[in-house]
């Protein structure tokens, strides 16, 4: 599980693509054919940003082929959500002050195996959305109509969307190459870090800096203050108001 805080970064699809490039792309496994199944949220899952990272995946040779499915709105159970259950059960028993207890809570929520804690502030992110923007164009694609994206290493570019879980649906087929761009520009393409951004807005950072006082931990009242002093947030007070 990927775990940061705001104080790092927001949760937008260059956030999401970057974990799913984190976890993936790490030898986690050989097997060759992925399927991600996600719920139907367009800003985190649904757009182009998470195509980029599918194709990465296929062009690179991490996996022949990557399926993304994505479940009907309001019908969506999936195994994570029993994951995460277990961690909120875990979340009742310990007490969380800082990230760091919240990653403990985590990896002790399940024995068999324990989850895994990515702690993207160390990592970070990549800016996968300029790449997105550089070399594809989804224009003629419904990616937000679609139920199923697949991408095969034959033609990586010629993305295939269904738009009904209906098995007798046909592909439909859509190159998502940018004009002017060819398979080797993509190879060299450099994925650049996205500087860390705050985005802890100022009504949670006045609520956090009020409760700095209730801490008994003065590393927690220093993580805090820290937290809430950078540079990148502006208008803070060191000394909570009452
Ligand atoms: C994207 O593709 C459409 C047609 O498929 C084309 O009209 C449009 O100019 C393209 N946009 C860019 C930025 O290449
Ligand atoms: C997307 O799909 C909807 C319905 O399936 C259709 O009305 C719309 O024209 C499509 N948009 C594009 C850009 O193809």
Partial sequence: MCMWNE????????????CLLRVLNNNVTNKKHLIIWSDNCVGQNKNKIILFVLI?????????????????????FMASDRDFAL????????????PKDLHEVVTSARYTPPFEVIDMEIHGFWDIKSLAEEFLNTTKVNITKS???????????K?????????????????????GKTLN?????????????????DVKKKSL??????????????????????????GVEEEPVK
């Fill in 159 to 179: 993305i295939k969307i269904k738009q009904t879980y209906s098995d007798v649906e046909n592909w439909q087929i859509y190159n998502v190459l940018k004009k």
């Fill in 56 to 76: 990465f995946f296929v062009i690179h040779g991490i996996f022949e082929t990557v399926e993304h499915k994505f479940l009907i709105s309001g019908h969506s």
């Fill in 209 to 234: 800096l009020s409760m700095i006082p209730y801490l008994k931990d003065e590393a927690h009242k220093s993580y805090y203050r820290k937290l809430l002093n950078r540079e990148d947030s502006t």
């Fill in 7 to 18: 104080g790092v970064g927001g949760r937008g699809a260059s956030e999401m693509a970057s």
């Fill in 147 to 157: 139920v199923c994206i697949r991408i095969e290493k034959e033609c990586p570019f």
């Fill in 185 to 201: 520009d993509f190879k060299k393409a450099e994925l650049l870090k996205l500087a860390p951004e705050n985005k802890i807005n």
């Fill in 87 to 98: 961690i909120e059960k875990r979340k009742r028993l310990m007490k969380a002050f800082v």
